[in-house]
């Protein structure tokens, strides 16, 4: 199979004003539910996290000894009660957010949890079933993108993107954003590391965490350094999509909402009168 | 009772908390759906069996969870969930350093017993160094040594019919307004079968503490600590759990805890 179907498709559909239809079916319905699970999951991640808001590295927790290295706490100093996150035995004052928000001690705060009381036997029933949910989507997703090439055409970097990478970068920063039907490499980058690195690392990680997988593939928490150190990165890779997140809706925001929403609803994208010549 | 950190006040405590929460939050709908038993949730817990029958299906039934070397205990294991039982039969029978125990093996079984310490420690034994997995997320590594479970049930032989094994402990873990509740867990006869399941009466080489179950609690390594009964007073086959306490097949899983508890 070879990228015609996908160009002779897009040839065809192409209307007078330079409308392009830029994405699949399945790229978008697997969007969208990514979307949701991925919602899902960090606000019922953060709430199995407050059940005890301690990272460690290693096999086990140190009780007895300290093998901490991300903690969120509260603490009263003067009748005062404070809430503080502390990084690597560095302490920052977070009263308000982490810690201690709405006037009791919490690590993170009720309106980032799901639900929003403490209720870990909730969290962990969304979180699982979103982790199914995600899992599922991701392997359909890989299979079809195989199929339709969009892989292959959309999401690989060729030589020739390596080369523009400098320029790409470039233009990102100074918010220039050229509207083909190809990703630029900078996308092409970040989309690939978000699913061919950071979902299965988050995978990965969590899988680790699990007694059941621990008994049968024990080497799966070894290499990840224990336990402890794969539930530290389990939250480290969280943050990463977070900050994912809060790029991928600036970039959008940018690059003008409306045509780069209606792409991923509709698969219609107004492309750039100079690009013509990439369709 | 297992480690969990949530004593029963925190537990109420927070549940108050969470039950005021739900009324100022603005995510009613969500927090509600949380209830046990409400539809969507329901829904949702159907991944937990799908992880139960994957985590059967694909793992060996004899795959068995790491054992580390003493260099890797590096701390007392620690103590969670009820770490003084109130109850007044236990009291005596710990007064007396537990001579009067006696662990009662019925229900579903061709030939029921009753087991004293002494004969249980002079069975054949098995010692394991094995990292405990709380629910909440901390682990911590020990030695237990007790007697293989599967010992025990060669000797009582279950029926056909039983399915799962059902741990009654002597500890109150709850007051309720219809009266106390009990610690309880069920596992099935995979984990029940398990070389490395054993009711332990050794923790790191000295007699298992009461902080931590004893005379005897159960250790099923392939799953997460509230699965793992401490104060062990009774042990019974049966063929389902659904008519037993909240119905959902143990202390935590009634109030809403995944009875699979291997993830």
């Known amino acids: ?279 | 009772m297992s480690e969990m950190l949530l004593s029963r006040r925190r537990f109420l405590r927070r549940a108050a908390l969470a039950g005021s929460a739900v009324m100022v939050s603005g995510c009613d709908v969500l927090d509600e759906a949380g209830a046990v038993d409400h539809p969507v949730r329901d829904a949702m817990e159907s991944a937990n069996a799908l992880t139960y029958r994957l985590q059967r299906f694909l793992f060996g039934r004899n795959a068995l969870a790491r054992e580390y070397s003493r260099a890797d205990i590096q701390q007392p294991q620690r103590p969670n969930g009820v770490t003084a039982p109130p109850d007044a039969d236990y009291h005596s029978l710990a007064a007396d350093g537990f001579t009067g125990y006696r662990l009662d093996i019925g229900g579903l079984v061709e030939n029921p017993m009753s087991f004293d310490l002494a004969t249980l420690t002079s069975l054949p034994s098995r010692s394991q160094i094995t990292r405990h997995d709380c629910v909440e997320g901390w682990s911590c590594i020990a030695e237990w040594t007790g007697v293989p479970l599967t010992l025990l049930l060669d000797r009582v032989r279950p029926t056909a019919e039983a399915r799962y094994v059902l741990f009654r402990c002597y500890d109150t873990i709850e007051q309720g307004l219809s009266g106390a509740f009990k610690y309880y867990e069920t596992i099935d006869l995979i984990d029940a079968r398990h070389p490395q399941t054993i009711l332990a009466y050794g923790l790191n080489g000295g007699p298992l503490p009461v902080e931590n179950g004893a005379p005897l609690r159960l250790r099923v390594e392939r799953q997460l600590g509230y699965k793992m009964a401490k104060y062990v007073r009774s042990i019974e086959l049966i063929s389902r759990f659904s008519d037993i306490g909240g119905g959902r097949g143990g202390y935590w899983e009634d109030r809403g805890y995944d009875w699979y508890a291997g993830i």
């Open chain 1, 1 to 279: 199979m070879d990228a015609a179907p996908f160009n002779s498709i897009a040839r065809r559909k192409l209307p007078p004003k330079q409308l392009i239809y830029r994405h699949e079916i399945w790229t978008r319905v697997t969007h969208w539910i990514w979307a949701v699970c991925l919602f899902f999951l960090l606000l019922s991640g953060l709430q199995i996290f407050n059940a005890h808001p301690v990272l460690y590295s290693g096999d086990q927790s140190g009780f007895g000894f300290d093998n901490t290295v991300f903690e969120i706490g509260s603490d009263s100093q003067n009748e005062v009660t404070g809430g503080y996150t502390e990084i690597l035995g560095l302490r920052f004052n977070t009263s308000g957010y982490l810690g201690f928000s709405d006037g009791r001690a919490r690590a993170f705060p009720s309106w980032a949890t799901i639900p929003s009381g403490q209720n870990l036997a909730f969290g962990r029933v969304v979180h699982f079933f979103f982790a199914w949910l995600l899992v599922a989507t991701l392997a359909a997703w890989f299979a079809a993108s195989v199929l339709n090439r969009h892989l292959q055409r959309d999401l690989i970097p060729t030589a020739a993107d390596f080369k523009a990478l400098p320029q790409d970068i470039h233009d990102h920063l100074r918010l220039r954003f050229h509207h083909g039907r190809r990703y630029s490499v900078l996308q092409k980058l970040t989309y690939g590391g978000v699913l061919f690195v950071l979902l299965p690392l988050m995978i990965v990680t969590g899988l680790a965490m699990s007694p059941g997988v621990n008994a049968a593939v024990p080497w799966l928490t070894e290499v990840l350094g224990g336990r402890q150190t794969a539930r530290t990165l389990h939250f480290l890779t969280m943050l990463a999509l977070v900050g994912f997140f809060a790029i991928h809706m600036a970039m959008i925001l940018a690059a003008g909402p409306f045509n780069e929403l209606r792409s991923i609803i509709t698969g219609w994208y107004r492309t750039d009168t100079s690009e013509e010549d990439h369709v």
